[in-house]
Every structure is written in C-alpha cells, then in structure tokens.
C-alpha cells in the first residue's frame, strides 16, 4: 500500500500493460525512462485538469473526453488488452 492506503501505481497491472506496450513499440524507452515520464504525467495531473476545466466549455469537454476515451479505447484494443 502507499500513503494514505492508497494502492501504488507501481503494483497495478494497468502499469505493467502500459509499461510494456509502450516498450514493445519503442525499444529505446528504458523502465527508469517510463517510470519517471509517469510519474511527472500524473503528478502534474490535477494542474492539467484545472487548466482545462478553466477553459473549456461543456460542449467541448464532452468532445475531449469522447475523442480520449476512443483513443484509449483504440491503444488496448491494438494491444490486445480487450476484445470488443
């Protein structure tokens, strides 16, 4: 467990997935490369987040979340993590 008993990142299969399609498609990303990327990514997250809630309109966020959620949709069925 992690602060606050919270799960790690680290001890998720998600991470593991990730680590490894990412490594399978670009070989020259070292796990020390996709860790700190990773954590600076969802570190930085909640400044993300604000920023855009900030600028957004509803309409548009909707657009964003669908266009996000095909793509991540689209990555796990290219690398087989699931079947549709």
């Known amino acids: 467990m992690g602060k ?5 990142l680290s001890e998720l299969k998600f991470n593991k997935t990730v680590r490894e399609a990412i490594q399978s498609k670009f070989p020259d990303v070292t796990s020390s490369d996709f ?3 990773a954590g ?11 920023r855009r809630s900030n600028k957004l309109t509803p309409a548009l966020e909707t657009e964003i979340n669908q266009y996000t959620a095909d793509y991540i949709k689209k990555v796990f069925i290219s690398f087989r993590c699931i079947k549709i």
């Open 4 to 8: 606050k008993n919270k799960l790690n």
């Open 35 to 37: 860790t700190r990327k």
């Open 40 to 50: 600076e990514w969802f570190r930085l997250g909640a400044q993300r987040y604000k």
